[in-house]
């Protein structure tokens, strides 16, 4: 009986207490270039994203923390938005 009474009272400080955990962090490296894509199969200079276009997906949820380091390598300034 006295170690049901103790194992309430413990969870019950746990569960008052609460765990407090932060939202997970996601680092992403992104190197901005120029290179040939092939919409709709004819030949155009675009902007890639690590190599590829589109550029990469980005897997995360509600509440991910982003840092996204971008490395223009275009020779003009190039804004994201």
């Known amino acids: 009986m006295r170690n ?9 400080l746990i569960l ?4 407090h955990g932060e939202d997970p962090y996601r680092f992403l490296t992104w190197k ?3 290179g040939d894509i092939y919409p709709l199969g004819v030949k155009q200079r675009g902007i ?4 590829q276009f589109p550029g990469p997906q980005i ?3 509600t509440n991910d923390n982003l ?6 390598y ?3 300034p190039f804004l994201i938005s």
């Open 48 to 51: 890639l994203i690590n190599g």
């Open 67 to 72: 840092i996204i380091s971008v490395y223009n």
């Open 4 to 12: 049901l009474c103790f194992s309430i009272v413990l969870m019950g």
């Open 16 to 19: 008052l207490h609460g765990v």
């Open 59 to 61: 897997d995360s949820v």
């Open 74 to 76: 275009l020779t003009e």
């Open 32 to 34: 901005i270039t120029y």
